[in-house]
């Protein structure tokens, strides 16, 4: 777990180790703000878009009732027909006309300005009606432009998105389409049964239902208007901004709202019941009838156009508290941020002081400690974890002074016993580097003997001509290789590679070439040399070494060549043409592994101008200082492009050369070995040609 939180708090431990504290500070409160800053942004965008909807909503309740004042106004005027006489309505007309002008130039969305178009058009139709038209047409085209005037009203309360407001949804749809409907349809309903246009039954009944589905929702408009009233006023005392109804104390705002609503309310139910009487009786009483409804037609509409005016004030006030709430709370948080940062950076910048008087005296105590007064202390005022690392340094002040005194007297008594033992320590080193140099000569002497054992003379002859070297990775090596004479004329070559390195390999190389040629001077054939060895080997190896070895029996005379391998690598030939060929061996074992082993035995020709190479496992892992092998391929490549000048010996120092190159100075893996013979014939014919 700890393991965990050391992983986690990595990245912040790796900046704070490349900080002073004046950065980490800094660096700290830069966060704090930058996180303020990103936590309070969604709230300073909230609230700024509550305050945006609130003033659109504000306008939207503006327009309606200026809307709605239009509407009372068409209202009113269609309640004139029956004098089929406008001249003393030219006033109102010009004031609508010039309202309805100022809707078409400042509508706010497409659908209103479209809206706005048919009101324009259906009002045309209305304000210039000829007076000789039948009171039909006239009522259908002021019906027509009432209608467009209320479709806009409801387009308008859309487009000021009065009905995104959960808390006064009600109230608006009141306002902006239900109450503006229910007095349309009263009054229309007067106008009909009065006038006896259109389908009187017909429309009276459905201006009852009308009226009668109206009711819940005035009702649920006008409660939601005096629930947000009353909770603003218990919360702002919003009392003195709405109209007061007579005899109203300021404790009880909404009552003229709930007043005229319950007016309207028991006005429309009368209506229902004028229709009623008016439709049930004749003559006389139905005239009275008529009277009477007309009368409450008129009240119902004052009611109405006072339940607007009020809704309409109240709706305002809601929404005008609304935003001086928003407002308020966004200077509030403003003044909690800036108080809020003010207070953060005050404390950090304490703390910062606070810190680095702590970290000053730290430092001139330990800068008056290593200066040698020991016996300083240091004292903080602070009881923060500094103040616990001035104690630990006091604490550790006083052991060190302690320990310096103990070691002063050590150090006398150590430097009587260190004399003494350097006097030995010089002697014993002597005598060291002597046997050192003992061990050095004798083992240059073995090396020098080593290679004493090996040829150091090659055939050189006209026809042919051979060369072998021996580099070993150590002071001794492992390897070895012959070259020699037999009675029948043929020359016996051999490349032999001893496990292991050292002294051992060295001493078990000499016996392997020993044996080895004592067997190939007393047989015949390659594979049965391998064979002899192979068994006087395994009888003469106490330390379980063994023996690669290739050897072969060149006759100079045909350019023939018998070969048998035990375990080495296979040899290469570059033919005349410079093609470079590796010789087939069967896969035998080494020397010195198993006894009654055979071999098997291979032959081919050397034509003139073809070179064959013999060579152990130290020219092929040679390694570069980037550990890489010298390798077959590479190898193969140089033989393919060394000169076929028939020159064994400088082809044996090219080879050794271009490996010393490849390894640039890096330690020798394994001892090197080569051998090349050449078949100069052909050169050396081509040469008498050119004589």
Known sequence: MASLRLTLVAPAVWLSGRLNFALKYWALGLGIAVVGAYLSTPLFEQINREIAMAKTQLDGVKLVAQQNQIFLQMVALRGELTTHDTASAVGQLSSITASIDNILRNTKSSEEAKLAIILGRAWGRASAADPDDTLDSRFASFNMAINSLLALSRESARSYRLNLDVDLDAAFDMMANRLPATIDTATKQNHVIQWGVGSMAGFAASAQISLNDAMPTLRAGVSQLAEQTEALNTSQGLATQLPQAKGQSAAHPTAPMVSNLQLLLSGLMLQQDAVDQVSDTSGAAKKTAKVALEAQAFNNVTQGQALLVDSASAAQAILKARIETLNQDRTRLIWTLAGSGFLIGYLLYAFYIGVVKSINALSRGTNAFCAG??????????????????TNFNTMAQEVERMVETIEQQNQTRERDLKVLVDALGIKNEELYAVNQRVHEELNLARSVQLAILPQQFPNEPSWAAHACMHPARELGGDFYDCFALPDGRHGVLVADVSGKGVGAAFFMAVSRTVLLDSALSVRTPAQVLALANDLLCARNPM?????????????????????????????????????????????????????????????????????????????????????????????????????????ASLVDALVSDVARFVDGAEASDDLTCLILCNKRAFEQDLSSAI
């Open 373 to 390: 007064q020991r016996d300083v202390r240091i004292k903080l005022k602070s009881r923060d974890e500094l103040s616990l690392l001035a």
């Open 544 to 648: 379980d070494l063994f023996v690669t070895a290739c050897y072969g029996l060149f006759d100079p005379q045909d350019g023939s060549f018998e070969y048998a391998s035990a375990g080495h690598h296979p040899p290469l030939v570059r033919r005349h043409n410079g093609v470079v060929e590796t010789l087939p061996t069967t896969k035998d074992m080494a020397l010195g592994v198993l006894n009654d082993m055979q071999y098997s035995e291979h032959s081919t020709r050397l034509a003139p101008g073809d070179t064959l190479l013999m060579y152990t496992d130290g020219v092929t892992e040679a390694f570069s200082p980037q550990e890489i092998a010298y390798g077959d391929e590479r190898l193969m490549s140089w033989f393919a492009n060394s000169p076929a000048q028939g020159m064994a």
